[in-house]
């Protein structure tokens, strides 16, 4: 159990520490899935 606290903590620090990043590349998935979802609808239309 304290094996597994460890690295919970362990991960929680990584997620902390590189939060930026993380929302950063969720932010440009985001968008080039908007932009093929767009591309996709107007296309076909």
């Known amino acids: 159990m304290q ?3 460890k690295g919970y ?6 997620v ?3 939060w930026d ?3 950063f ?3 440009i998935l985001v968008g080039l899935l908007a ?3 767009l591309g996709t609808a107007f296309t076909h239309h």
């Open 21 to 23: 990043r993380i929302f």
């Open 25 to 27: 590349l969720g932010t």
């Open 16 to 18: 902390g520490l590189n």
């Open 35 to 37: 932009g093929a979802f």
């Open 9 to 14: 903590r362990g991960l929680t620090l990584l």
């Open 3 to 5: 094996t597994v606290m």
